[in-house]
């Protein structure tokens, strides 16, 4: 990273296609496009993270895996609670805004199996 106190590593699973261009933007200096990938981000930023508790944030993370092809499924258990009614949508939507649906992430599900 660059000049960062932190990162969310969640975000690498759920966006790493960006990630990857926002760090070489970061080490490149070229701060204009590194704004440009982090506003893109933004929406999917808030509708994963930007809730009520970090517990929400890990719900509402396996529901974008789901969105992006990942998972099968955003299967939690206890002390984890189902997000509201339409999360799963709204989290969709971020993804779709951020141009990170219907782009594949490394193996596709049939390669893994083989």
Do not use: N, W
């Not at 509201?84 to 949508?89: I, L, M, S």
């Amino acid at each position: 990273m660059f000049d960062v106190d932190g990162a969310l590593v969640g975000y690498g699973g759920l966006a790493p296609e960006p990630l990857i261009e926002l760090i070489a933007a970061g080490k490149a200096k070229d701060y204009a496009k590194a704004r440009a990938i982090h506003d893109r981000l933004l929406p999917v930023t808030r509708t994963v993270y930007h809730r009520g508790s970090h517990m929400e944030g890990s719900v509402a993370l396996k529901h974008g895996l789901v969105a992006r092809g990942i998972l099968e499924h955003a299967t939690i258990r206890p002390p984890l609670m189902p997000l509201e009614p339409g999360a799963d949508v709204e989290i969709a939507d971020a993804l779709r805004s951020a141009g990170l649906l219907g782009q594949p992430i490394g193996r596709s599900r049939d390669d893994r199996a083989a």
